[in-house]
């Protein structure tokens, strides 16, 4: 099945920094999605950004499907963005469910 | 609130037992999947219905069971449990399927302690 692979694995930054999360998969897709799990364990829909870019507030996705990879971007870091960070993709030709990647652990410090 | 609703959130049993995991899904959402994680194992598919009918599985054990309702609200049977099924079960809602699976939403989960 199809592979996916994020980075870095964690992530620790000050309060106001910059940061980008990669993600990488090992064949085509038509389904992009990215996931914020908050320290609380609830899992919240970011983007879906099957190719392109998309904004929202201070997040910002793209998706290069030509060359298989994703990148979160999250600018001007608070610490309610602090939680595990994920990628996941759906390849197959028919109904089928998403595969995640392990994530991006990241941690903002005030 | 997602709009994903699942119960119990809590569920410590013993092993060699059965539960039952309840959700509904996000109204007008016909996708409900349902989705098991664990530190060893991350997050992983296990099933998915479409509008009442199974359309795909994933790595679902054969000791698991889903159905999905007329109502649309879908259930996952564990049955036989053992100490490695102890986990965080997700349902989660769409809009479409497949490809098309856009508006994912996920519910808070039923942790599963297994003892």
């Known amino acids: 099945g199809i592979q996916v692979e994020q980075s870095p694995p964690d992530l620790i930054l000050q309060e106001g920094a910059n940061s980008t999360l990669r993600c990488n998969f090992s064949?085509?897709?038509?389904?992009l999605q990215w996931f914020h799990q908050n320290p609380w364990g609830q899992l919240i829909n970011l983007f879906y950004?099957?190719?392109g870019t998309k904004q929202n507030g201070r997040l910002s996705a793209t998706t290069v499907a030509t060359e298989r990879y994703s990148l979160l971007y999250i600018s001007s870091s608070q610490t309610t963005d602090s939680g595990v960070y994920f990628c996941?993709?759906?390849?197959?030709?028919?109904?089928?469910?998403?595969?995640f990647g392990k994530g991006t652990h990241l941690i903002i410090q005030p | 609130d997602s709009g994903v609703t699942q119960t119990p959130k809590h569920l410590i049993t013993a092993t060699g037992q059965r539960v039952t995991l309840r959700c509904s899904p996000r109204?007008?959402?016909?996708?409900v999947y349902w989705y098991q994680q664990s530190l060893d194992q991350g997050l992983q598919f296990l099933i998915q219905?479409?509008?009442?009918?199974?359309?795909a599985k994933g790595n679902i054990l054969e000791r698991f069971s889903a159905q999905q309702f007329p109502d649309l609200h879908s259930e996952l049977n564990l049955s036989s449990l053992e100490l490695g099924d102890s986990a965080l079960y997700f349902c989660?809602?769409?809009?479409?399927?497949?490809?098309?699976?856009?508006?994912?939403?996920f519910g808070s989960g039923t942790r599963l302690t297994v003892v």
């Open positions: 989660a809602s769409s809009v479409g399927q497949g490809k098309g699976a856009y508006g994912y939403t």
């Open positions: 064949d085509s897709v038509n389904n």
């Open positions: 950004i099957p190719s």
């Open positions: 996941a993709v759906y390849s197959g030709g028919g109904a089928d469910g998403l595969t």
């Open positions: 109204s007008g959402d016909l996708s």
């Open positions: 219905y479409y509008n009442g009918e199974e359309r």
